[in-house]
């Protein structure tokens, strides 16, 4: 089934040379060989990574406009979804697409990961919270591969540290809240943790600029925009011995190697586990990417526990898609704190 009712064309942003701009693009002509699926995106969050792909700084992969929760429209193959369904979009799984900051997202791949990009949304979810599924689904899984170093089933009486305070580190913190650590999330500058405070996301007693006046952690997660030398010494000096610390935050490829051969990249993408000799101390570290269908699962049940994960509160502001290309220069030549979450509504 292919939907007749589409219009030739549709709106949606592109990423020139100059700038992202939004153009009126012709709709895709049908191809009848490959499996094919048609989105209208309701909400989708702007992300660091799209900020990142307006800089053309990204270069591994290119996601832009992937936190989608929109309306499934039809697709020429068996799918289980219905009329009225919702989806999300799991990025991480290999299906042709074009953005998410358009009126609609066209895709094609195989029938299994069309199905598997695209997973459901309970129907008991706002879409200003289904929004959050992939990057919780992303602190899901980092959390999970710290339980998993550190050898447990949940931080009941641990010390957890997140460094560095964005969307990232903040999921990240909530979800180990919720197993039960002592979270203390650090960040460089002050003015992000107070938002953090009076959006009552966490409390003062969790928070820290000061790297200093945390010690003795079990596991540290490191957030951060980017992975360097002096955010790889900030994660380590607090841990206890045999501690775990869990890169998650940017890496590139030959671009993130410190002391000499410590290759960052390669430790979180291809999430490998080494010991590490810090002063008299052992630790391991470990690198933690993307998601697996169970995160995406797990993200839905968590976006449901409400009192647990406020994550409205993270919503700065709502704009339109003629508004975004507008929006996103803003963010990327600092004219406006990245702070909390953007979203656009189609
Ligand atoms: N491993 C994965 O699977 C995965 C999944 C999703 C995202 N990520 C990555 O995680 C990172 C964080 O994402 P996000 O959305 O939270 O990004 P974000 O908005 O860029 O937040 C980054 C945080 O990094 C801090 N920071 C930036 N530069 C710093 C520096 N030089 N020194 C100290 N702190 C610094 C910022 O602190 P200030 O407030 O002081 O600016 C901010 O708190 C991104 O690079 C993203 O690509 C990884």
Redesign the pocket.
Known sequence: MWPGSLPSSYKVVKLAQGGPILEEQAVPIFDEKNCSMVIRPALVGI???DL?EVTRERVTRHDFGHEIVGKFIGANFPVPYNASSMVCLDPHVTISRTSGFGEYVFSSGSSEHLISAFPECPGSLEDYRAVFME?LA?AY??INRLKTALDVKDFTRLNIGI????????LIGLIAKHFGANVSLM???A??LLYLLTNHIFEKEELFTEPGKVTKLDGVVL????L?E??FS?GLNPLRDEGVLL????TSPNRTIIRQSLDLDDI?RNQKELFYKHKSQSVRIC?????EPQDVRESFNLLHLRKAFPVERLIVDIVTLDDLCGLLRTLVTGKKP??GKYLVRM
């Open positions: 992300c660091r990574s990142r990057p992303c899984h980092a460094v560095g305070a964005g969307n990232a580190g903040t960040n460089r500058g003015d992000r957030a951060t925009t980017w360097d002096a955010i900030w890169l998650f935050g940017g979180r690198g933690t990417y993307g998601v990245f702070w």
